[in-house]
T-cell receptor, first 114, second 111 residues
Framework: ETGVTQTPRHLVMGMTNKKSLKCEQH?????MYWYKQSAKKPLELMFV???????ENNSVPSRFSPECPNSSHLFLHLHTLQPEDSALYLC?????????????FGEGSRLTVL | GQNIDQPTEMTATEGAIVQINCTYQ??????LFWYQQHAGEAPTFLSY????GLEEKGRFSSFLSRSKGYSYLLLKELQMKDSASYLC????????????FGRGTSLIVHP
């Protein structure tokens, strides 16, 4: 079992659908992150949670709504998305965002918005 | 803000050596990461440099010059499985240490 697990791996949705991405980490970390990865662009940090509390929202549109019920689980709720939101959404975890440490990534959820 | 530059794509031959460069400009520097990402897979940690100099880890080495805002990842004895994207990421000092990523360098290793 990998350290960070994301489901679903692939998702196709229309612009009026509501769907959710799920992330689970088994590493005992306190911090969890959502990143967006688009072709030819750097990884973009979206949200940061530390001990279940959101500590960063990187000016993400409200059609993306994160939820962190505990330090092991992270969700990204999707609503009325746009075609330009099609991308790979990566979840990551680390010991803490307040100390230097490597990020452990999941394999991502490939989202296509029609 | 931060600006991180690395080449978009590189090609190399199996068995050869390749150097992937990364330059950065940042207000406050804490350290520099390199990650490897195979197509369709999660990025995985390769190295972290805080001090100037070369860190060697098997076939992979990473170099940092803080004064020049420059790093490189050196891959020796290239193998086909080294074909992947290599991401340079900079961690700032003061406040959050969350790294900011470059666009990544796609390395293609051919026979």
């Amino acid at each position: 079992e990998t350290g960070v697990t994301q489901t679903p791996r692939h998702l196709v949705m229309g612009m009026t659908n509501k769907k959710s991405l799920k992330c689970e980490q088994h590493l005992g970390h306190n911090a969890m992150y959502w990143y967006k990865q688009s072709a030819k662009k750097p990884l973009e940090l979206m949200f940061v949670y530390n001990f279940k509390e959101q500590t960063e929202n990187n000016s993400v549109p409200s059609r993306f709504s994160p939820e962190c019920p505990n330090s092991s689980h992270l969700f990204l709720h999707l609503h009325t998305l746009q075609p330009e939101d099609s991308a790979l959404y990566l979840c990551a975890s680390s010991t803490s965002p307040d100390v230097t440490g490597e990020l452990f990534f999941g394999e991502g959820s490939r989202l296509t918005v029609l | 803000g931060q600006n991180i530059d690395q080449p978009t794509e590189m090609t190399a031959t199996e068995g050869a050596i390749v150097q992937i460069n990364c330059t950065y400009q940042t207000s406050g520097f804490n350290g520099l990461f390199w990650y490897q990402q195979h197509a369709g897979e999660a990025p995985t940690f390769l190295s972290y440099n805080v001090l100037d100099g070369l860190e060697e880890k098997g076939r992979f080495s990473s170099f940092l010059s803080r004064s020049k805002g420059y790093s490189y990842l050196l891959l020796k004895e290239l193998q086909m499985k080294d074909s992947a994207s290599y991401l340079c990421a900079v961690s700032r000092s003061g406040g959050s240490y969350i790294p900011t990523f470059g666009r990544g360098t796609s390395l293609i290793v051919h026979p």
